[in-house]
């Protein structure tokens, strides 16, 4: 599963602190994910999209997520949905 966890290694690299490590993790996760490269489909993805969209390390997170399997792709991290990702996986 691709979580902002398993990225901790390269957003510690960046000068800026991640805009997620100040929120609970449960709101990059929700009890389904969008399905397509469109603009998501939830609720929970919205509200996690804009604690991403004010995220001073996006470009770093969004580059090691896509570097994740499709089939592995969970949740929203770095600026994009699950299919969103998984789109260009
Ligand atoms: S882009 Fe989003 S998921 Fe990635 S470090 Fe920033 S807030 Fe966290």
Redesign the pocket.
Same mark, same amino acid.
């Given at each position: 599963m691709t979580s902002?966890d398993i990225l901790v290694p390269q957003?510690q690299t960046a000068r800026a602190e991640?805009?997620?490590w100040a929120v609970d993790p449960e709101v990059?996760y929700g009890p389904a994910d969008s399905t397509d490269d469109g603009p998501p489909s939830h609720p929970w993805e919205r509200r996690a999209l804009a =604690?991403?969209a004010r &995220?001073p =390390?996006?470009q770093i &997170?969004?580059a090691a997520a896509l570097e994740f399997p499709a089939s592995e792709q969970y949740g929203?991290?770095?600026?994009m949905t699950a299919g969103q990702r998984r789109a260009r996986g």
């Open positions: 902002v957003l991640p805009a997620c990059f =604690v991403c &995220c =390390v996006l &997170c969004r929203v991290v770095g600026g």
